[in-house]
């Protein structure tokens, strides 16, 4: 269950962000802050289908329809940037609530599955469409010159609108019946809910999101290729959600921000990057089951003296 987070803070935590990405005039670090903003999304996306009980792991898939999307309309038809990345999203929306109609009959395991072979068959695809670039991808995607300087700001803004609408549709009756699907599927349908239409629903707002991120990326990178979009994209969002803090709404957002930090100092080490990366992800996981958020939260309850005595009493 997600611990609820004082909007106040949601606002500071948003308002702080914008605030960096004007400012920021260093070039690696505004590609570094672009990642994280993306990084932040993907991952919140894949928690909001966690919170029905499923794993999504067609998260990647979705992304790369996204950004292909939008860099197919920017460089083969001209379509300006805002478009792009909008169409990039419903494109999104509606393949994601078709692919959902067909396998959310299945659950956990077998729904993972399904998501990941989905995955690795659309970006096989990527490379047999030469329309699309090959094996080689898509190069070329730019938004307007006039934009360049103002692409952190413009990024962080629709990645902080998109979670503002995850924020709000978790704390609704909407994110109520997704939890109530999660404890007991059954006893939800028994009470006169349409349960799988709200799975359809949930999975399609989410990768709604993965859209907009995939377009992002495009434009940001200038440049995307099939690699771009294995299963390896949903197992780094996995880990943002993990290490952040499953149970709070910003906790793929801080999972997302300390990893990315960390792969982007580790890139320094040559090649062992992977052994720090990796290693700081299993140490997390295995000393902080709650993710950091839920370690703090807990270290602040056993700093409250009148906290544990409540508890006390209650046990």
Not at 160 to 180: K, M, P, Q, T, W
Not at 186 to 200: E, F, H, M, P, Q
Not at 284 to 304: E, H
Request: charge should be neutral; charged fraction near 10%; include cysteine.
């Amino acid at each position: 269950m997600d611990k609820r987070i004082n909007p106040g803070l949601f606002v500071l935590f948003a308002g702080g962000a914008l605030l960096v990405s004007l400012l920021l005039q260093d070039f690696y670090l505004r590609s570094v802050l672009n990642l994280m903003a993306i990084s932040a999304l993907l991952a919140s996306s894949l928690r909001f289908v966690m919170l029905m009980g499923e794993l999504n792991f067609a998260l990647a898939a979705f992304t790369g329809i996204g950004a292909y999307c939008a860099g197919y309309l920017n460089t083969a038809l001209g379509v300006p940037f805002g478009v792009a990345v909008l169409s990039a999203g419903l494109v999104t929306a509606l393949a994601s609530a078709v692919f959902g109609a067909i396998t959310l009959r299945a659950k956990g395991p077998y729904f993972l599955l399904i998501g990941f072979a989905f995955a690795e068959a659309v970006r096989v695809a990527y490379s047999k469409f030469d329309a699309l670039g090959g094996t080689s991808g898509m190069i070329g995607i730019f938004p307007a010159r006039a934009l360049d300087d103002w692409m952190p700001f413009i990024v962080m803004s629709v990645v902080v609108l998109l979670l503002l609408a995850f924020y709000i549709a978790e704390h609704s009756d909407f994110g109520r019946i997704l939890f109530a699907i999660r404890e007991n599927e059954d006893v939800a349908r028994s009470v006169g809910i349409n349960t799988y239409l709200c799975k359809v629903v949930a999975i399609s707002g989410a990768c709604f999101a993965a859209g907009v991120a995939g377009g992002l990326h495009a434009f940001v990178n200038s440049v995307i290729s099939p690699g771009d979009f294995s299963y390896l994209l949903a197992a780094f969002a996995l880990a943002y959600v993990k290490v952040g803090g499953e149970d709070h709404f910003l906790g793929p957002i801080v999972g997302a921000i300390l990893l990315v930090a960390l792969s982007s100092y580790a890139l320094g080490l040559g090649g062992d990057e992977h052994f720090l990366y990796g290693g700081a992800i299993i140490v997390a996981v295995l000393l902080m089951p709650k993710g950091v958020l839920g370690t703090l939260g807990k270290l602040r309850f056993l700093g409250n003296p009148f906290k544990r005595g409540v508890d006390a009493n209650v046990h």
